[in-house]
């Protein structure tokens, strides 16, 4: 019983001789405490998928470090791994699968036929600055793990088939970031919002999110990314109103072309975008370059409010200066009919005045040859009336003609005139 026990010690104790003399590949590949290990170990199986890849093929042992087709290495002070490195004595593949102070610098492997994934483990590169993986046959959702790292700055993900909602941890990397292109995937839902309220990404130059499926709303928080130069929304599910917040930023390139968004177009002054920019968008999207809003300036709705309260200020200047002008008038109008009256006694009129005090004539300068009678059996017509009297030009019976001035009751101040009822007498004999 004891020799058994003891014969099973050994072939335990031989077991585990057997795998810590394993090759040394395979035990890096469990350590998996360096870049290189990391790469070998996770990093190459997920990109090619299920079939080995060519030029993921030089990504082993047999080949030196520096000839390891997309990578670019780097020394944790700064200078780069060349072949002229793998030549010194001190420096052997081995040697350097197992440095800690060599760190991956660049993955680009644009156009290489890859079909796998891409993996979590890109995350924990501390020196990774550049990742270039377009034009591929990648599936699946981009890791959230990836806006983890720590070095990224230039991500181009584009032409792939990666799919699903867009992890809202990518903008972690807003400080250091110069460039995302994820363009022609297949990312569904509304693009989600920095963690933090006022990221504003300053480094952040190319946005490129065209040809996906996102959708909701116009992405506002992108107007606070102040740095961009060239953004791409196009070919998406984006709708509503594109804000005005847009034109702060200094836009070379823009292309909201092919979503739904509507209403009326931002004003970006010095136009420099065409209509391809805004196309195959909600038909009822207007405005410069598009066509001009129906019943509607096609300005925005801050230049439509100016020009209200404008127009509107101008209607009550107008209307105060006109019942001014008014006041005005009526006033004069008083002063004059007064300054007539107190004078009307003394008005000349081009012959006969009108009827006195006590039914006799008030004769002017020119009628002192006519009488009551010649008057009464004059014929005539009515020249004028005025709220002091009617003036009539009459035909005398020898054929001449006089002005009649018959005053109304009161109109005079001084009261020489007759009484309405010898007003009326008078007005029946005429």
């Given amino acids: 019983m004891a020799v058994l026990r003891l014969y099973s010690l050994y072939i335990f104790y031989t077991l585990i001789s057997i795998t810590i003399s394993a090759s040394p590949t395979q035990s890096l590949l469990l350590s998996a405490s360096t870049d290189v290990e990391l790469l070998l170990g996770k990093i190459k199986a997920s990109l090619q998928g299920n079939t080995e890849n060519l030029l993921l093929s030089s990504w082993n042992s047999s080949v030196p470090l520096c000839q390891w087709r997309g990578l670019k290495w780097v020394f944790s002070n700064g200078s780069p791994l060349s072949c002229i490195d793998i030549s010194a004595p001190q420096w052997t593949n081995l040697s350097l699968y197992k440095e800690p102070s060599l760190h991956l610098l660049s993955l680009q492997l644009p156009s290489a036929n890859l079909t796998g994934s891409l993996p979590r483990e890109l995350g924990g590169f501390s020196m990774l600055q550049s990742l270039y993986l377009n034009i591929n046959s990648l599936s699946g959702t981009i890791p959230l793990e990836l806006g983890y790292s720590s070095s990224l700055s230039d991500i181009d993900l584009s032409d792939n088939g990666f799919s699903g909602a867009l992890a809202p941890s990518l903008w972690n990397l807003c400080d250091r970031l110069v460039s995302l292109r994820l363009h022609g995937n297949s990312l569904t839902g509304s693009l989600p919002e920095p963690a933090l309220p006022n990221t504003t990404c300053n480094n952040l130059q190319f946005l490129d999110l065209g040809s996906n499926k996102f959708s909701g709303s116009f992405p506002e928080f992108v107007t606070r990314f102040q740095g961009i130069n060239e953004l791409d929304l196009s070919g998406n599910m984006f709708s509503g109103p594109i804000p005005e917040t847009l034109t702060g930023l200094k836009l070379e390139k823009l292309n909201l072309s092919h979503n739904n968004f509507s209403g009326v177009l931002p004003v970006f002054g010095e136009s420099k975008f065409g209509v391809e920019v805004f196309e195959g968008n909600d038909p009822s999207l207007c405005g410069l370059p598009l066509r001009s809003c129906s019943g509607s300036s096609g300005l925005s709705p801050g230049a439509i409010a100016g020009i209200v309260i404008g127009l ?60 009551l009678e010649d008057v009464l059996n004059a014929t005539g017509q009515v020249m004028e009336k005025t709220s002091y009297g009617t003036v009539y030009k009459a035909k005398l019976a020898d054929g001449g003609t006089i002005a009649l001035r018959l005053m109304r009751e009161g109109s005079c101040k001084d009261g020489k005139f007759v009484s309405s009822s010898d007003k009326a007498a008078g007005e029946d004999s005429t």
């Fill in 312 to 371: 509107m200020t101008g209607v009550v200047v107008l209307a105060s200066l006109l019942i001014g002008y008014m006041q005005n008038k009526r006033r004069k109008g008083m002063e004059d009919s007064d300054d007539d009256m107190e004078e009307c006694g003394d008005e000349e009129v081009g012959g006969v005045g009108g009827v006195g005090g006590e039914g006799k004539l008030i004769l002017f300068q020119g009628g002192e040859h006519l009488t």
